[in-house]
């Protein structure tokens, strides 16, 4: 079902993205729009096709649909609505983070509910965000998702914070699997927790960017997780950040 309020609903703005030269040596960034409202699809399309190299190579119009685009068009970033028939944004994300070289996942609708946060992000998903967020931000957040970093609106993030703050006997559980960690992997995951890039902990941590990808890599093994997002909400709920 389409999301109540919201049907037609493509972020606003689209007039003020910024369309700059792609330099020749910066790799493309492939884009799948997941969205069961064909006005929203055609506006993302429109907004985000061109834009700091962004290609949107295909679309689908539920969870469904999407294995068949993923099997057609190599993908690095799928932009996933929540709300749609027969399979939703979040079992969709679970089946896209399930596949081999599994393309990274950014929620974009217009529920923020604590349940569909935390349950995108635990399915998978890189990051989530609002449809009203202005143009510039969810190109940026593409860009981003497609290399790795997390994305949460400010909104969002703080929402998380919060939920999690609130979830009883979570603390001690986060805390005992971040034990598993070694004493430079857990500086890692902290600076995670705070949103940083892997420059910004090199810089912080006197490490260099290969090191830190290391760190990051060994962090996900041993805590079981796919992405830098679960290990941000693990040391949330920890109260390490």
Do not use: C, W
Not at 169 to 197: I, K, S, W, Y
Not at 201 to 206: E, K, S, T, V, Y
């Amino acid at each position: 079902m389409t999301e109540q309020g919201g049907r037609g609903d493509a972020p606003r703005g689209s007039d003020d993205r910024d369309d700059g030269p792609v330099p020749p040596d910066t790799a493309r960034t492939r884009l799948v729009i997941v969205d069961d409202d064909a006005l929203v699809r055609a506006g993302l399309r429109l907004m985000l096709d061109g834009a700091h190299g962004i290609e949107v190579v295909g679309e689908a119009a539920d969870g469904a649909e999407v294995a068949a685009v993923l099997d057609a068009h190599p993908t690095d970033v799928v932009l996933m609505d929540l709300r749609m028939p027969r399979v939703d944004g979040i079992e969709a994300t679970r089946r896209v983070r399930a596949r081999p070289d599994a393309p990274a996942v950014v929620v974009l609708t217009t529920f923020d509910t604590d349940e569909e946060v935390v349950g995108a992000l635990h399915a998978g998903a890189s990051g989530y965000l609002l449809k009203d967020m202005p143009p510039e931000r969810i190109v940026a957040a593409v860009r981003a998702a497609a290399t790795g970093e997390p994305v949460l609106s400010p909104e969002i993030a703080r929402r998380l914070m919060t939920s999690v703050a609130d979830a009883g006997g979570q603390r001690e559980r986060a805390r005992a699997a971040l034990d598993a960690l070694t004493g430079r992997e857990r500086d890692v995951a902290v600076e995670l927790g705070r949103g940083a890039t892997n420059a910004d902990i090199a810089a912080r941590l006197f490490l260099s960017v290969p090191t830190v990808k290391a760190h990051v890599s060994s962090v996900l093994l041993k805590l079981g997780l796919e992405n830098r997002t679960q290990v941000a909400l693990l040391v949330h709920a920890a109260g390490l950040d």
